[in-house]
Every structure is written in C-alpha cells, then in structure tokens.
C-alpha cells in the first residue's frame, strides 16, 4: 500500500516538473511540492468518503487549491463576499457574491462565480443576533449556523415552534433565515477517565472511574459530590443514583461521552484499570484527583467508619495517601486494580494526611454497573 502511494505521489511531482518549462535563464529554485497527506489520513478517507486511493490524493490537491483561492477572494471581494463552498466531488470552488460585476474575477482565479442577496457579514450578524438571544429560548433549540450554499442562517430545533421562537426572539431578518425540525441533539464528546474533573454548577469533582450500565455510559464517584437529578458539566451528565451519608457513592449517566479504561496518572499518563479485586492491608495504592493529581500511599485498613460533620461513612478502606478538596470523587487504584473512589481525610498534600475510599465494587453492585476495563 505504502509503495504505491509513493508511485502515486511521485508522480504528481513528476509531472509538476514536466509541467514547469527550465531554462538558463531562471535563477530561482523550482516550487517545492507540497508533502504528501500521511498514509492513516488517505486510509480513513478512503473509508469514510468511499474513495480510492487516487481520488483521494486528487481530492486533496483541489482542497489545496481552493482553499488559497477562497482565501485571494476574500480579501479581493471585501464586503461582498458570500461565502465559499466545494461541489460535491471537490472539483470546483464555488464563490458567492453580492456584486454582480466581481464574476469576472471569480472567474479568473478558477471558480465559479454565485450571486447572492447577503454577504457573509450580513449573515454573520444573523448569527450574533441569535448567539445573544434569551437563554430561555435558546434552551428550546439544538443548533444553529451560517449556510453559504443556501446564504441564510438555518435554524434547527426538536421543533419547528420551537425554531421559530428562537428567530422571533432574535429579532432578525425573517427572510434570511430558514427553519427545520432536527433529531440532533448535541453532547460533548468527552473521553470519560478517572481523575480528571468534573463540575456541579460551580463545585468541583473528580471521576472514580469509567463505568456503564446497559448501553449507558458514565461514571462512578463520591456520594457527596451530587444528589439524583443533579447536573454535571465536562463530562455532560446526571447524577442517578447517590448514597451520603451511610455510604459515600454514587454514579453518574453521561449519554454521548466515551468511557475508558484509564485512570490519569503521574505526569498525565493513563493507567489501564483491568480489574476490581480488592488489595490486601500493607498493600501500596495510589490516588488520581483534580487538585493533587497523582498521588500515593499504603492501605492502613479496610471496613473504617468515619463520622463527617454531615453524618457517619462506614465501609471505607483508610490509606497513608493524601488528598485535598476536589480530589472527592477520584480514583484509588492498586496496580492495574480499581480500589475505590476518594471520600474524605485529614491533613493535605503539604504537610501530608490520610484519606479514605468507598470500595468501588460496592457501588458496581448497589446500582448493577460494569466497570470499563482494558
């Protein structure tokens, strides 16, 4: 594969230089071609977009090109410019234009000219007029953008109501906009792994660790970071189950995010988590949190009680470890083990401390988990 991507590329560059006449009279070097795409990029667009091998490799040359002439055009149109697209085979730059007579122009650099009623600054201001509406009803919609090839600013919500509410509210030009009902409903994509942090309106946690529940995604974490129903942000999610005092664990849904078997580590490696058995007393363990990171310690003893100001834990495992606030919620792991996520202590990360953890496998149990393995 890789040697006929070179037969290929070589000769496109060949046929550059036969292309390019050479005489004694140039003094500057002949243009550099420009590198060729990587082979994983080639492959997946094959993939993806159905293409061959040499489609490809001509699909990305005329992107080359056109994205310096849309940028040429931009600057030569000024305030007319509409916008720029490629056809559907990317073998044609389309330009849009407010001014019937820059065709020629349009014309000139290879593309094809489009006369449209708005600029894209026009609809630009759509677009800002819309960012700036109440949040109540831009709560009601999914999303909304500049469309060069229709130039209006499309509108999409659950519904159709719902869209035209967000336009009216907005208070712009009706005609330059368009309205559709859409099933997208866009979530953040976040790679779900123990450690790293997550909010609660404006607290802080930290995830346990990747877990999921039928087809479900979330996480495990501290009781008392959320009550059900309560709303996470970086990952997107809710709290469904919690249990503080008595217990301090909960987990949280996080439909649309990616969970992992890694808990971040020492400098922001990831540890692969490839099980849950519970280590022995004397065993060494080490803690992952938002505030402190990567942390470590001994396992001083299993089954403590603890009495916090809101009310008693029992069941936790008691370790030389530190923590501080925002690590709430973290991983606690044992070589490649998941131990239990980090509830409580004393002390800091100074002056050192002692910390506690609710064992992991009792909140896998108690809400019917799988725990993200690798």
């Not at 489609?55 to 940028?71: I, K």
């Not at 719902?162 to 859409?182: K, Q, Y």
Request: proline share 6%.
């Amino acid at each position: 594969m890789l040697s006929k991507r070179c037969a290929l590329v070589g000769g496109a560059i060949l046929a550059v230089c036969l292309a390019t006449p050479l005489s004694p009279a140039a003094a500057e070097p002949a243009p550099q071609a420009a590198p060729p795409a990587p082979p994983s990029m080639i492959d997946a667009l094959e993939r993806d977009l159905g293409l061959t091998e040499a489609q490809v490799v001509t699909r990305l040359a005329n992107e080359e090109r056109a994205a310096a002439t849309e940028s040429s055009l931009t600057t030569a149109l000024g305030g007319s410019f509409g916008g720029a697209w490629l056809n559907d085979d990317a073998s044609k730059l389309m330009v849009a234009t407010t001014d019937a007579a820059a065709t020629k122009a349009i014309e000139a650099q290879g593309a094809q000219p489009v006369v449209v009623p708005r600029s894209l600054d026009q609809l630009n201001g759509v677009m800002r007029a819309l960012d700036q509406a109440p949040r109540k009803v831009t709560a009601g919609a999914a999303l909304w953008f500049v469309d060069v090839k229709t130039n209006t600013v499309s509108v999409q919500a659950p519904t159709v109501e719902a869209a035209e509410a967000l336009v009216a509210a907005a208070g712009v030009d009706r005609s330059a906009v368009t309205v559709a009902a859409t099933a997208e409903r866009p979530t953040p994509f976040i790679n779900i792994i123990g450690g790293t942090a997550y909010y609660i309106g404006s607290s802080r946690c930290s995830v346990g660790f990747s877990v999921t529940r039928g087809s479900t995604p979330g996480f495990v974490t501290a009781g008392h970071c959320g009550r059900v129903g309560a709303r996470t942000t970086n990952p997107t999610g809710t709290f469904q189950g919690s249990s503080f005092p008595g217990n301090d664990y909960a987990w949280v849904a996080a439909p649309g995010n990616t969970p992992t078997p890694y808990v971040r580590g020492s400098g922001g490696a990831n540890v692969t988590v490839r099980g849950s058995t519970q280590a022995s007393v004397g065993a060494s363990i080490c803690r992952s949190g938002s505030t402190t990171g990567w942390r470590c310690g001994t396992i001083q003893q299993h089954n403590a009680t603890v009495r916090y100001a809101q009310g008693t834990v029992t069941g936790l495992t008691r370790t030389s470890a530190c923590a501080q606030p925002g690590d709430s919620g973290g991983s606690f792991i044992s070589g490649s083990q998941a131990q239990g996520m980090t509830s409580g202590g004393s002390g800091n990360c100074s002056t050192g401390g002692t910390t506690y953890h609710q064992p992991v496998n009792e909140a896998l149990s108690a809400y019917g988990l799988t725990l993200t393995t690798g």
